[in-house]
Every structure is written in C-alpha cells, then in structure tokens.
C-alpha cells in the first residue's frame, strides 16, 4: 500500500551546520512531492516541493533531492539556525480513486543545539 | 498569500456536544478543501477530502455520521464533530488546494490548527 516513511524519527545538528532529512515513499507513481515545517501547535507550513521530472530543486537555503530509483527524498538545510527547529514532514501527491491526496511521513525532529 | 485560517484555535467541550470548525481560504478560491487529524508527536492523517457543492470523500474508517463536512462556498468548508467523546481529542487541522493555479498545481495550504479538547 501507499507509504511515506522517515528514516530517522529525530536529528540533532549544531548552529550553523547542515542537515540532511531524509524520506522513503512507496508508490513509485506518485508524481509531486512536499517538504512541510511544522512547528508545536501549528499548522504545517510549505517549505520546498518538487515534481517526479526532476530531481533536484533549490530554495533558499533549502534544497530538495529526488531519486526516483530507489523511492528516496531529502531535503538539506544549509547554515542551520535556531528556528529552524521543528518537525519536518515529506509528502507525496498520490491518486486514490481518481481524487489526489498527500500521504505524509512519520515526520522527523529536528533540534538545532547552540 | 495562500493564507488558510482556522476557527476556533482551540476548544474545550463536554462530552456529548457538538464542536464546529471553520476553515477559510483568504485570499483564493479553494474547490477542494482537506480535513486532517493528528494526535501530539504523530503525522497527520486524512480525514476527508472537502468538495465545494458536492458531498465530502471520507477515508476509510472515518465515521461520515460522526465528522460533518460542509463545503458550502469557495472559500469556506466546515467540520462538525457530532456527539464528542474524550478519544475525538485532537489537533485538527484543514488544508485548502488553490483552484486558480496553473494546471498541475497541486499545493495544499496548512490552515493553522483547532486543538479539541473533550472533557
């Protein structure tokens, strides 16, 4: 069935180092993909996506990474800072009975240590 | 732009009684609208898709009777949990897909969040 996992449930990096969250889905159909930031007691909020024709997209400071071989997402944060402490979701755009929906991840923890 | 509100925040009730939640798409038209539950330190998971003039879609397990959905305008869809009990505590949250995008375009947008509390 469909699934959208994480491969590490928390992640721990220092101020101003780079972090890497990682994401497996399972539907290799699936054609868009969304990285969401959620801090506690909010909703998700939009960070990167990117679509199954490519497999690399930039934002600032936030890069997306698609392999489409081996079901496999990531997203990198460059220069980590204090807000950016949060957990992070991978979602994939699916089809299910001719209505799309996003299936999430188990969402990762990440905590930026001063 | 592509705000998506929430209204209540938060909410405290009794059980029994029935809890309504707004979900407003402020700044574009939404003919799709999700409902999402999620409990502390878990992922959010899909209630049911929200469709502007026509019935909602549960997904399988989620009781229609239980979660009213109303999708009455473009910019508006509402839940209403029925007869609340202590285990339909949770953060609700809705998402809203902009109906004037670029076909292909598939971003949803997070409203910010209803915690229910039923006591």
């Known amino acids: 069935g469909e699934s959208v996992g994480l491969h590490l449930p928390t992640l721990s990096v220092q101020e101003g180092d780079n972090s890497i969250i990682n994401c497996a889905y399972s539907?290799?159909?699936?054609?868009?993909f969304i990285w969401y930031k959620q801090e506690s007691g909010k909703g998700p909020q939009f960070i990167i996506d990117?679509?199954?024709?490519?497999d690399k997209r930039q934002g600032q400071r936030v890069t997306v990474l698609l392999n489409k071989t081996v079901k496999h997402l990531s997203l990198q944060i460059a220069a980590t800072q204090p807000g950016d402490s949060a957990v992070y979701f991978c979602?994939?755009?699916?089809?299910?009975?001719?209505?799309?929906?996003?299936?999430f991840g188990q969402g990762t923890r990440l905590t930026i240590n001063p | 732009g592509a705000v998506v509100s929430q209204h209540p925040s938060r909410v405290i009730c009794k059980s029994g009684t029935s809890v309504k939640i707004e979900c407003r798409s402020l700044?574009?038209?939404?003919?799709?609208m999700f409902w999402y539950r999620q409990f502390p330190k878990k992922s959010l998971m899909l209630m049911a898709t929200?469709?502007?003039?026509?019935?909602?879609?549960?997904e399988q397990g989620v009781e229609k009777d239980k979660f009213l959905i109303n999708h009455a305008s473009l910019t508006l869809s509402t839940l209403t949990v029925t007869s609340a009990h202590p285990e339909d505590s949770s953060f609700y949250i809705c998402?809203?897909?902009?109906?004037?995008?670029?076909?292909?375009?598939?971003?949803?947008?997070f409203g910010p969040g209803t915690r229910l509390t039923v006591l």
């Open positions: 998402s809203a897909r902009d109906s004037g995008r670029l076909p292909g375009g598939d971003t949803q947008y």
């Open positions: 700044d574009f038209q939404a003919t799709t």
């Open positions: 990117i679509r199954s024709n490519m």
């Open positions: 929200s469709n502007e003039g026509s019935k909602a879609t549960y």
């Open positions: 539907n290799s159909a699936s054609d868009y």
């Open positions: 979602a994939e755009n699916t089809m299910n009975q001719g209505a799309q929906k996003l299936v």
